[in-house]
C-alpha cells in the first residue's frame, strides 16, 4: 500500500491547531480533499496545507476523492450521522473524544464498525504522548502499577455549559482523565464517586476513587471552578513513581532516591510543537500505520465504549 489517502471532515480551531499539522508531517498520509461548511475557514485550510479539493458537502468530498480513511473532527453532537455515513461505506474513520454523546451512541458506532469491517480510532492523544509512554513503560517494568491519579482543572466559572447544553463535562472533556486511569491499570471493577454542580446550573466537579481489575487503585480529581487549567498524572508501582504533566515533563523517583529522573516532552518527542509533543503526531501516526497494515487502533471504537462505560458508572456510583 502506498500513501494513505485521506478525505477530512471540518477545518476549525482544533483540526488546524494539531490535526491537520500532524498529517502533513506523516510521510505515508496524504490529505486528498477536505470538507467544511465555513467556507472562508474551508479555503484557508487548503491554502495552507496545500490542498487542492475542496466541498462544502461532505458526501461529494467522498465520492470525489475515493479515501482509505476519513477524519471526522467537529462537536460531538454533530458527529453522529455523519460517522455512521461513513462508516455504513466501509469506510476507516477517526473522531475526536468524545466518541459520542452516550455509551448507547458509541456502541452504535462500534457495531456498524465490526460489522462493515472499518478500522476506526478515537483521538485519546494522551496516551500517544512521549512522556506518559516512556514513564508507563518504566512503571510497567518495575510490575505495574499499583496507585494511578489523573487530575484535570480548568477555570470555567460563570461560563455556559458546553456546547449550550449539549453534552456534560465529563463526557466532553474531562473523559481524558477517565481513559488514563483505564489504559494504566485496567477495566474498573468498584467505583465509589462524587458529583457536583459548583457555581453553575450543570454538574463541574467530579471526583472518583476506583478499584481496578488489575487490583490496583486510582483516583479521578476534576474541577472547573478551579484557578488554571492544570493536567496531571500520578503512576506509583513497586519502588517507583512518576510525576506527570503530558505536554511537558515528567520526574521518575526510584527506590528512595532523593533526585528524581527527569523526561522532556520535547526532547522525546524532538520536536517542541505542541502537536508533537503532546501525543497527537503520535497517535496520527499509529491511525496511519493500522490502516496501512489493516489492523484495529489501540483506542478502537470497540476500546472507546469501555472508557463511555467508566463515565456512566461516575455517575452512577455517587456517594
Known amino acids: 500500500m502506498g500513501k494513505v489517502k485521506i478525505a477530512f471532515i471540518g477545518a476549525g480551531g482544533m483540526a488546524n491547531l494539531v490535526h491537520y499539522p500532524s498529517l502533513s508531517s506523516i510521510a505515508d498520509a496524504e490529505i486528498v480533499g477536505i470538507s467544511d461548511l465555513m467556507e472562508e475557514k474551508l479555503e484557508q485550510t487548503a491554502k495552507k496545507y496545500n490542498i487542492g479539493q475542496t466541498f462544502t458537502d461532505y458526501r461529494k468530498l467522498i465520492e470525489k476523492t475515493s479515501p482509505d480513511a476519513v477524519y471526522i473532527i467537529m462537536p460531538p453532537h454533530h458527529m453522529y450521522d455523519i460517522a455512521a455515513y461513513c462508516l455504513n461505506l466501509g469506510l476507516n474513520i477517526f473522531i475526536e473524544k468524545p466518541p459520542g454523546i452516550t455509551k448507547e451512541q458509541t456502541r452504535q458506532l462500534a457495531n456498524i464498525a465490526e460489522k462493515k469491517e472499518a478500522l476506526t480510532m478515537t483521538g485519546f492523544q494522551r496516551r500517544f504522548a512521549p512522556v506518559m509512554t516512556e514513564a508507563k513503560k518504566m512503571i510497567d517494568e518495575r510490575g505495574g502499577t499499583l496507585q494511578c491519579q489523573a487530575n484535570f482543572f480548568k477555570n470555567y466559572i460563570d461560563k455556559p455549559p458546553y456546547y449550550n447544553g449539549a453534552i456534560d463535562i465529563l463526557t466532553c472533556d474531562a473523559i481524558h482523565s477517565v481513559d488514563i486511569l483505564r489504559w494504566i491499570a485496567g477495566e474498573p471493577k468498584k467505583i465509589a464517586s462524587s458529583v457536583k454542580s459548583r457555581f453553575a446550573g450543570y454538574d463541574n466537579c467530579f471526583y472518583a476513587m476506583v478499584e481496578f481489575e488489575s487490583g490496583a ?43 528524581g529522573c527527569a523526561l522532556n516532552a520535547s526532547e522525546l518527542a524532538g520536536s517542541g510543537e505542541l502537536f508533537k509533543r503532546a501525543g497527537f503526531y503520535q497517535e496520527n501516526l499509529h491511525f496511519v500505520n493500522c ?15 469501555k472508557t463511555m462505560e467508566f463515565v456512566e458508572r461516575i455517575y452512577r456510583s455517587t456517594i
Open 291 to 305: 490502516i496501512k497494515t489493516k489492523q484495529q487502533p489501540q483506542t478502537n471504537f470497540a476500546d472507546s465504549v
Open 217 to 259: 487503585v486510582g483516583l479521578l480529581s476534576a474541577n472547573w471552578v478551579s484557578g488554571k487549567r492544570i493536567y496531571s498524572v500520578e503512576m506509583h508501582g513497586k519502588g517507583i513513581c512518576a510525576f506527570i504533566n503530558p505536554e511537558e515533563s515528567a520526574i521518575i523517583y526510584k527506590d528512595g532516591e532523593e533526585k
